[in-house]
């Protein structure tokens, strides 16, 4: 099994990722600079935060118009993985592979801070670890990251059960205090039509390790890695033969 | 401008009139902030060397041992005059010249503290600088990728027409192959790579060495230079990558007198011949004054070998950095630019690089304490105001405004000193002084500046590496800031000895007065201190632990939050003995308390409002003093058995839980519900958040 965590020009959570795939799930891991684009198939790519671009234009506006998105969006179409944390969730926002913007704050000022997220889908390779409804504390770091999108669009999400994880309070209950940067219904991580690519505000890799104050952000990537493994998704490998 | 006694003196060494560009480089290379004219001789005296210390003061960044395989580079610089001018691009860009100060020793940048001193809140012009000091380090830090962990607010009328924005940072390297900002060899090339050069921040150096006039707002601008954080971030990765291919003889960040002054500074272990039209511009029609000068930021000027240069060239392309090679290290120690086939610059590089005269001024000493009068008002009243204070109050308005999380290193951030991981040990940072109490007691306040964060450490069980300091002050004409400036550096000497803890590097701040509000500021001689710990599980307080007070209260009132709130005055307090330190850590490290908090800014009530504040405490004696005063070498710790407590200064003073901060003493009793306290302490955050 092989992830590829994608280096723009102003990632920085790139090497974090990569510390948490090889060092504690032990998962091969290349970091792939953009202008490299994807030279292997592989079982699934990290878009990780940071500031693409220097957030310059909109934040992700620019790297989703870069070539490496074409060979990302043709991963995603073959039912492979992706997953977008902060930045990445940004450009997998402008780059259409989720419904919907993340957009400035409610509060127009950068937020770093820990927050509890409610696990709303326990069905997704991203998500099959938790347990529904479970309450789960992961670490935020964004200046755009307040969810919108239109009622329907909301809707729909609701329907098809693709929210992956909301705001929400210590005891699981979504109120306006609980959500840091006033997202549409407090909705921090969605998953796309096919359930293959999850984006999220929050930063799974800073809860990775209990020493950091959490090892709730871990599920995450054990999920990814166990959906592969059980064959749920299709691999690197399938897609080569 | 170069003054007319320094113009005559070099006219007469050189035996000619000096050239425009010649003028430039000596008004820039010779002011305080390039040369330290007026502080060189008394920061002679200071500690700066131990068994850790690999690279002392004088290049970009001091690089220190941390453990086998780790260095630290560490840095510290201020950017007030900027800060003033434009708040967002002032502090953005002190934040992006000390971060290219540690990556060009080839480390890598992991965490930033930052201490902030601004004029009252009350004003609406210093929330305006405040907010958008703070954004503009958020901005730049978050975007660069590299944690803010530590910082501190003082708040202070002193400062209401000079804030100081000073800046921290620390990198990792390995200690056998960090670089150096010294040439190495002639014949080398010197390839200058990063943003192009514009007119932006010209003359910032010597900008910075003078009084900030009425209206410095206007004519100042175009001397504040504008920041790149994404451009920086790209300069990270590349000069990395560069320093890997060991490739790299000596690199350099050029900030303070652009490029004159980095391959002027450079280049002084031997002599260099640069052409001024080869370096990129982003402007047509600048001189030479302007390409050498200008303080455009985000480039890096490196020397490698004839055959490396494309090596170097090809990697900033990979960063989509553009490069040139604009010159050479020669064996003649002379400092020469050519632009458009003309000689416009032809120095002896000593002259240039530390030739400057050392200025001399006369000294006065001043007392500044006034008598102890006790504050009218009733204590609870007294409490509320102490708590209020934008010094003691929560600062979380600032803190989330900063990625502290990046790089995933970090451990903790809200107690007395930040705290990452770093190999299996942990690396500890804090800074600040108390300008208050320094403007008492300059010798005394300036060695409890150096105690206090050695103590901040010391809660965190770890032991001091090395201290940077800032050291900021009013102009050194005048008799007693002279003095002021004197016995704080010897009061920072004196206690970084007893602490057998060097001091590394930093950087001088001086003429930090405003015409504009008639004031000059209290001195702040601002500290950063990292030190080497245990990585440690958190401890929790429950219900039921023992307080107890470790060391003596005196009637220490003189600069305290209280003197600041009431104007009571009193004895600023006396130089701590660090004999408490050692044991604290030893607590700590080991896991014998549940907490520990050193006291500092508001006293034991701050402490106890901070750490306990649902518990019961008795205390003996005069309440003002046992509550405010503000005297050094004092913790408070919540414990289970006071026995491991046994054979140190201390007393039980209650213990906690309950509902509220219940205190008692001789002549009553005061109540604080926890909801009264959160609001006091909230008060940053109310005035701030709109």
């Given at each position: 099994m092989r992830f590829a965590v994608v280096q723009f020009?102003?990632?920085?959570?790139d090497r974090d990722v990569c510390h948490v795939l090889?060092?504690?799930?032990?998962i091969s891991t290349d970091l792939v600079w953009y202008k490299e684009r994807l030279t292997q198939p592989y079982d699934a790519i990290v878009i990780p935060g940071g500031f693409s671009y220097g957030d310059y234009l909109r934040a992700g506006a620019i790297a989703a118009r870069t070539p490496i998105m074409s060979d990302i969006l043709a991963h995603a179409n073959d039912g492979r993985l992706v997953l977008g944390i902060c930045n990445g969730a940004q450009i997998g926002a402008e780059c259409g592979l989720i419904p919907g913007i993340f957009t400035v704050n409610a509060y127009p000022k950068f937020i770093c801070e820990w927050t509890y997220l409610r696990v709303e889908n326990t069905t997704s390779p991203f998500t099959t670890a938790y347990r529904r409804g479970e309450v789960i504390r992961i670490p935020v770091a964004h200046k755009e990251g307040r969810y919108v999108a239109p009622p329907e669009t909301l809707e729909k999400l609701e329907r098809k059960n693709r929210i992956a994880f909301r705001f929400c309070d210590p005891y699981g209950v979504c109120t306006p205090e609980s959500n840091p940067n006033g997202s549409a219904r407090n909705i921090t991580g969605l998953l796309s039509e096919q359930d293959n690519v999850l984006v999220m505000m929050p930063h799974p890799e800073r809860a990775a390790e209990a020493v950091l104050g959490s090892d709730d952000g871990k599920k995450v990537f054990d999920s990814m890695i166990g959906s592969i493994e059980a064959g749920r998704v299709p691999s690197a490998e399938q897609v080569r033969t | 401008m170069v003054s007319a006694r320094d113009r005559s003196y070099l006219e007469h060494e050189l035996k000619r009139e000096l050239t425009p560009l010649e003028l430039a480089c000596f008004d820039n290379l010779w002011s305080e902030h390039c040369s330290?004219?007026?502080?060189g001789a008394l920061l002679k005296t200071l500690p700066t060397t131990g068994e850790n210390v690999l690279l002392g003061p004088g290049d970009d960044a001091a690089i220190v041992r941390f453990s086998d395989d780790i260095a630290l580079a560490i840095g510290m610089e201020s950017h007030n005059h900027p800060s003033y001018v434009d708040p967002y691009d002032g502090a953005a860009t002190g934040v992006g010249g000390i971060v290219r100060d540690v990556i060009s020793m080839g480390a890598r940048p992991v965490a930033l503290m930052d201490p902030l001193y601004f004029g009252p809140l009350s004003q609406e012009k210093n929330r305006y600088l405040f907010e958008h000091v703070v954004a503009g380090i958020g901005d730049y830090g978050n975007c660069i990728g590299v944690p803010v962990v530590r910082g501190e607010l003082v708040f202070d009328e002193s400062y209401a027409g000079n804030p100081l924005v000073n800046v921290v940072c620390v990198g990792v390297v390995n200690p056998d192959t960090f670089l150096t900002a010294r040439v190495k060899k002639p014949g080398s090339r010197l390839v200058l790579y990063g943003a192009s050069t514009g007119r932006d921040g010209l003359g910032g150096a010597s900008f910075a060495s003078r009084d900030l006039s009425e209206d410095a707002e206007a004519e100042d601008r175009p001397c504040v230079q504008v920041g790149d954080p994404y451009t920086e971030k790209l300069l990270i990765e590349a000069t990395l990558e560069m320093a890997a291919t060991g490739k790299i003889l000596s690199c350099r960040d050029l900030g303070a007198a652009g490029l004159a002054g980095a391959s002027s500074e450079m280049s002084s272990t031997f002599g260099a011949c640069l052409d001024a039209s080869r370096v990129h511009l982003r402007e047509t029609g600048m001189n030479e004054v302007e390409i050498l000068l200008a303080e455009s930021q985000e480039r890096m000027l490196v020397e490698v070998a004839p055959a490396d240069v494309q090596i170097i060239g090809d990697i900033a392309e990979k960063y989509d950095l553009p490069w040139s090679d604009i010159g050479e290290v020669t064996e003649e120690r002379r400092y020469v630019i050519t632009f458009g086939g003309r000689t416009v610059c032809d120095l002896p590089i000593d002259l240039l690089v530390g030739g400057a005269p050392c200025e001399v001024w006369p000294k006065t000493p001043y007392h500044a304490e006034k008598p102890y009068a006790p504050p009218s008002g009733s204590i609870r009243d007294l409490a509320f105001a102490v708590l209020s204070h934008p010094d003691v109050a929560r600062k979380d308005w600032v803190a989330r405004q900063y990625d502290h999380h990046v790089q995933i290193r970090t451990l903790s951030v809200g107690g007395d000193a930040g705290v990452l991981r770093l190999g299996n040990d942990a690396l500890v940072l804090s800074c600040g002084c108390n300008p208050r109490q320094i403007y008492l007691a300059p010798y005394a306040g300036t060695a409890n500046a150096v105690y206090e964060n050695a103590a901040n450490l010391a809660c965190a069980g770890a032991e001091p590496l090395c201290i940077v300091n800032c050291l900021n002050f009013a102009s050194p004409v005048h008799p007693e800031i002279f003095w002021q400036i004197e016995q704080s550096v010897l009061g920072m000497g004196d206690m970084a000895r007893q602490l057998t803890t060097p001091v590394v590097g930093g950087n001088v701040s001086l003429y930090n007065e405003s015409d504009e509000f008639e004031t000059q500021i209290k001195p702040t001689p601002s500290i950063g201190m990292v030190g080497k710990g245990p990585v440690l599980t958190p401890g929790t307080v429950g219900d039921g632990a023992l307080l107890a007070l470790i060391g003596k209260t005196t009637d220490a009132f003189g600069g305290s939050v209280l003197d600041a709130v009431t104007g009571c005055g009193g004895h600023a307090p006396a130089m701590a003995d660090p004999g408490l330190l050692a044991p604290v850590r030893a607590l700590v490290a080991g896991g014998r308390i549940d907490a520990v908090t050193d006291l500092s800014r508001g006293g034991l009530l701050a402490a106890l409002a901070r750490c306990a504040p649902a518990a019961s405490v008795h205390l003996d004696g005069n309440p003002l003093r046992e509550l405010f005063a503000e005297t050094e070498g004092r913790f408070l710790v919540a414990c289970q058995d006071e026995a491991v407590l046994s054979g140190l200064p201390y007393r039980v003073i209650g213990e906690t839980g309950g509902d509220t901060l219940s205190i008692r003493y001789t002549e009553g009793i005061l109540e604080f519900p926890r909801g009264d306290i959160t609001h006091a302490l909230g008060t940053t955050t109310r005035l701030m958040r709109y």
């Open positions: 020009g102003g990632s920085n959570c090889r060092d504690i799930c032990g | 330290y004219r007026s502080t």
